[in-house]
Structures are given as structure tokens and as C-alpha cells.
């Protein structure tokens, strides 16, 4: 009969056996874990980001309009009608690759197109608009930078589709392109004008 020292009459300590298995075992639960979190990621795009506004309302916001255009934009201006909403800079490299596109979107009245400038200098993008065209129905000026925050931009550009009663339905991270304007972009414009 063990003693109230844990010693048995032989005089040899009885160890527990069971918590040095478990010792054993957490070492192999945690590569299983680290495995089956690698195997998940591995289905995921890197080029998608999540956002937590999909399916929410636009942000309340008011913003100026950029310098020598007449209509800012502000979050009332994203209800009644799907719209696009652009972020773009004109310091943005990439954003110079899909200006072309978004000028064809314009010219053939595909969806309207709102622009948000993002933290430009207040004549650089008059500037750059006036140069290259200017697809943006309204166009408001972020100067700071506190609208895209609100939106969840991780860096320009950006495009969102907006519903007609103002919900985020869906965000771009990264320049529009012909196939996703095509496979995702316009079949989700279709959807929400039904």
C-alpha cells in the first residue's frame, strides 16, 4: 500500500503514467493542426482579401469633389442604381493599367462608375483626369485618406460593386482586367439590376 509520500512498501516512487503520454501527444496534435491549416490555405487565392463589409451598407461619408469637377461623392449618391466605386490615385502605377478599361466602361454605358481619390495632392488629380480621361460620373477627393480607412482599403486600386440600395456586394483588390470584368464583375451587375 502506497504511503502518504507516494512510496510503495518496495520503496519505489510510482510516477504517474498517463500525463507522460499526453507530453508525447501534444507535440504530434499540434503538427496535425499546423498541417490541416496548411492544406486550407493552400485552396485560397492569394490575390482575394476578405472583406467584412460584403453584404453591409457603404460607410457614411461626404466627400469634396476633386478639383475641377462639380460633383463629389457621398454615400446617398450609392443608392437608387448598381453602381461601381473606384479607388484610384495618381501616383498609382496600376492604377494607369485599368484606367483604359474603365474608360471603355464609360463609353459604352456599362454600369455607372464613382471614383475616390485616394490621398492625392488637390491638383495632381485634376491633372492626371484631365490628361487621360475621366470615366468617374461623381468623383470624390480623400485627401486624408479617413474614407478609404472606413472602407477597408488595403491599397489602391480598388473597385467595389454597389447594390442598389447601397450594400457592398463585392471588392477588387488590385487593377480591373478584361476576364474578371467579364467572369465576375458584369454577371454579378446583371444579378443585382434584376
Given at each position: 500500500?502506497?504511503?502518504?509520500?507516494?512510496?510503495?512498501?518496495?520503496?519505489?516512487?510510482?510516477?504517474?503514467?498517463?500525463?507522460?503520454?499526453?507530453?508525447?501527444?501534444?507535440?504530434?496534435?499540434?503538427?496535425?493542426?499546423?498541417?490541416?491549416?496548411?492544406?486550407?490555405?493552400?485552396?485560397?487565392?492569394?490575390?482575394?482579401?476578405?472583406?467584412?463589409?460584403?453584404?453591409k451598407q457603404v460607410p457614411?461619408?461626404?466627400?469634396?469633389p476633386v478639383k475641377g469637377?462639380?460633383?463629389?461623392?457621398?454615400?446617398?449618391?450609392?443608392?437608387?442604381?448598381?453602381?461601381?466605386?473606384?479607388?484610384?490615385?495618381?501616383?498609382?502605377?496600376?492604377?494607369?493599367?485599368?484606367?483604359?478599361?474603365?474608360?471603355?466602361?464609360?463609353?459604352?454605358?456599362?454600369?455607372?462608375?464613382?471614383?475616390?481619390?485616394?490621398?492625392?495632392?488637390?491638383?495632381?488629380?485634376?491633372?492626371?483626369?484631365?490628361?487621360?480621361?475621366?470615366?468617374?460620373?461623381?468623383?470624390?477627393?480623400?485627401?486624408?485618406?479617413?474614407?478609404?480607412?472606413?472602407?477597408?482599403?488595403?491599397?489602391?486600386?480598388?473597385?467595389?460593386?454597389?447594390?442598389?440600395?447601397?450594400?457592398?456586394?463585392?471588392?477588387?483588390?488590385?487593377?480591373?482586367?478584361?476576364?474578371?470584368?467579364?467572369?465576375?464583375?458584369?454577371?454579378?451587375?446583371?444579378?443585382?439590376?434584376?
Amino acid at each position: 500500500m502506497p504511503s502518504s509520500s507516494g512510496m510503495t512498501r518496495e520503496g519505489i516512487a510510482k510516477r504517474p503514467v498517463f500525463p507522460s503520454r499526453l507530453l508525447f501527444l501534444v507535440p504530434a496534435l499540434a503538427a496535425i493542426a499546423l498541417i490541416v491549416a496548411f492544406a486550407l490555405g493552400l485552396d485560397r487565392d492569394p490575390n482575394v482579401l476578405p472583406s467584412t463589409l460584403i453584404g453591409k451598407q457603404v460607410p457614411e461619408f461626404s466627400l469634396p469633389p476633386v478639383k475641377g469637377r462639380s460633383l463629389g461623392l457621398a454615400s446617398g449618391d450609392l443608392r437608387g442604381e448598381v453602381s461601381l466605386v473606384n479607388v484610384f490615385a495618381s501616383w498609382c502605377v496600376a492604377c494607369r493599367e485599368e484606367h483604359p478599361l474603365l474608360m471603355e466602361m464609360k463609353a459604352q454605358g456599362i454600369v455607372p462608375i464613382h471614383g475616390i481619390d485616394y490621398k492625392d495632392k488637390l491638383d495632381d488629380a485634376a491633372r492626371w483626369l484631365d490628361a487621360i480621361g475621366d470615366p468617374y460620373t461623381r468623383t470624390g477627393a480623400d485627401i486624408g485618406g479617413r474614407v478609404a480607412i472606413d472602407w477597408g482599403v488595403y491599397g489602391v486600386p480598388e473597385t467595389y460593386v454597389i447594390d442598389r440600395t447601397g450594400r457592398i456586394a463585392f471588392k477588387q483588390v488590385g487593377p480591373i482586367t478584361q476576364q474578371l470584368l467579364r467572369e465576375t464583375i458584369m454577371p454579378l451587375v446583371e444579378r443585382l439590376r434584376r
